[in-house]
C-alpha cells in the first residue's frame, strides 16, 4: 500500500484556479473506483495552471488515494462530514477522520445533503468550522430552487446560506474557504445555468465576501449539469473559478476533457 501520509502534512495551500472538481454522489465503490482511477490517470496529464479534485464516496476513498498516490496533482476530499470528531454517529464520518485517510478538503452543504437529507443551515455552519479545525479545507455548496429563482429570491438565499454557512469563522478562515454555487435545478437535470447566470450569482458571493475579507483569491466554483461542452463556456463567465461537476466527473474520459478545458 502506498504511504498516506505524505498527502496529509496539512494541505498543500489553496488549489491553483481553475478547481475542477469532481463529485461522485453516492456512485462506485472501492472496484469501480480503483478502474476509474487508472483510465483517468492514463486520460488526464497533468497540468500545472489548474487543480483538480475528486470527492469519491468515503467507502472507496482509501482505494482513490492509493491509486493516485504517484498523481499529487490531484487532491482528494470527502463528501460530507459530522461536526463532532467523534462519537455515537452511526454511519456519519469526521473531519479528523478524513484527514488521516488523506483527505485535504470537505464538501460542505451540497444541495442533496439540504433537500435529500434535511442538513440545516446551522449544521452547515457547525460543519465548515469542524472541517477548519481539522485542517482541511470547506467547499461550501450554496444554491436555489426553481421555486426561489422564479419568486427572485436568488441574491438573498444564496447570501443567507453563505452567511450561515460561515458563521463560526473568523475573517482568516473565510478568506480560505472555497465555495460553489450549484442551483438546485440545473443539478442532474441537464438544464445548465448559462455562463451570465452564473457570473451573476458568482459576483452576488465575491461581493458579500469581499465586504468582509480580500476575496478575490477566494475559489468560486460552479456546478449543475456541467458537460465537456459546455465546461470552457462556464469557466470563461466572469467570477467562476472552476466547475464542481456530478454525473459527468463518472467518466474517465468526460472528466478529463472537462478537466483540461
Ligand atoms: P451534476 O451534479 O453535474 O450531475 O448536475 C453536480 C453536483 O451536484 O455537484
Same mark, same amino acid.
Request: hydrophobic fraction near 50%.
Given at each position: 500500500m502506498a504511504d498516506r501520509d505524505v498527502r496529509i502534512p496539512l494541505h498543500a495551500g489553496p488549489p491553483a484556479r481553475p478547481v475542477i472538481a469532481g463529485n461522485w454522489k453516492m456512485n462506485k465503490g472501492p472496484s469501480e473506483a480503483r478502474d476509474f482511477c487508472g483510465q483517468f490517470a492514463d486520460a488526464y496529464e497533468p497540468h500545472s495552471d489548474r487543480s483538480v479534485l475528486l470527492f469519491p464516496p468515503t467507502i472507496a476513498f482509501v482505494t482513490v488515494a492509493d491509486a493516485l498516490a504517484g498523481r499529487r496533482d490531484i487532491r482528494l476530499g470527502v463528501q460530507d462530514v459530522h461536526?463532532? %470528531?467523534?462519537g455515537a454517529?452511526?454511519?456519519? =464520518? #469526521? *473531519? /479528523?477522520? *478524513? &484527514?488521516? @485517510?488523506?483527505?485535504?478538503f470537505a464538501l460542505v452543504g451540497h444541495s442533496e445533503r439540504r433537500h435529500v437529507f434535511g442538513e440545516t443551515e446551522e449544521e452547515t455552519g457547525?460543519?465548515?468550522?469542524?472541517?477548519?479545525?481539522?485542517?482541511? !479545507? /470547506?467547499?461550501?455548496?450554496?444554491? %436555489?430552487? =426553481?421555486?426561489? &429563482? &422564479?419568486?427572485?429570491?436568488?441574491?438573498?438565499?444564496?447570501? &443567507?446560506? !453563505?452567511? @450561515?454557512? !460561515?458563521s463560526g469563522l473568523s475573517g482568516a478562515r473565510i478568506a480560505g474557504v472555497m465555495i460553489a454555487y450549484e442551483p438546485v435545478w440545473a443539478i442532474g437535470t441537464g438544464e445548465t445555468a448559462t455562463p451570465d447566470d452564473a457570473a451573476a450569482a458568482h459576483g452576488t458571493l465575491r461581493t458579500w465576501l469581499q465586504e468582509r475579507v480580500p476575496a478575490a483569491a477566494i475559489p468560486i466554483l460552479y456546478g449543475g449539469s456541467v458537460k465537456p $461542452?459546455?465546461?470552457? $463556456?462556464l469557466l470563461a463567465a466572469s467570477d467562476v473559478d472552476g466547475?464542481?461537476?456530478?454525473?459527468? #466527473?463518472? $467518466? /474517465?474520459? #468526460?472528466?478529463?476533457?472537462i478537466a483540461a478545458s
Open positions: 461536526w463532532e %470528531e467523534q454517529f452511526t454511519g456519519a =464520518i #469526521s *473531519a /479528523p477522520m *478524513a &484527514r488521516d @485517510a488523506g483527505a485535504e457547525l460543519k465548515v468550522a469542524a472541517v477548519f479545525e481539522a485542517g482541511l !479545507l /470547506p467547499v461550501l455548496c450554496v444554491g %436555489e430552487t =426553481i421555486e426561489e &429563482r &422564479r419568486a427572485g429570491k436568488v441574491e438573498a438565499v444564496i447570501l &443567507r446560506q !453563505l452567511e @450561515a454557512g !460561515l $461542452d459546455n465546461a470552457t $463556456d466547475l464542481l461537476v456530478g454525473g459527468a #466527473s463518472l $467518466d /474517465p474520459v #468526460s472528466f478529463a476533457q
